[in-house]
């Protein structure tokens, strides 16, 4: 989590349901991330999504807006703590 509001993400993403600020609300990311693209697992989705953001950008969003310098910006162990942070805190959704 400390990586996620020190690296200003928490700027652009929320954390709760339905509340889009300029990315996607992280709550449930994971679950959503597994369908995004075929053959692709969450995980790997969420890490192509932060290192090369415009590499696959979902329709309702506009590519350019995520920072495109996360692959330098952050460390091996940097985000594979953000990512098991994600992982961890993020698969909810609600059975609606």
Avoid at 27 to 41: D, E, I, L, N, S
Avoid at 48 to 66: A, T
Wanted: hydrophobic share 35%.
């Amino acid at each position: 989590e400390a990586i996620f509001s020190g690296k200003g993400c928490v700027g652009c993403h929320s954390l709760e349901k339905g509340k889009r600020l300029v990315g996607p609300s992280f709550y449930g990311v994971v679950t959503h991330a597994q369908t995004r693209k075929p053959g692709v697992g969450a995980k790997e989705y969420l890490y192509e999504s932060i290192v090369k953001p415009n590499e696959f950008v979902v329709d309702s969003y506009q590519s350019g807006l995520m920072p495109q310098n996360y692959a330098v910006q952050l460390s091996p162990q940097e985000m594979a703590n953000l990512l098991a942070w994600i992982e961890k805190e993020h698969a909810q959704t609600d059975p609606d």
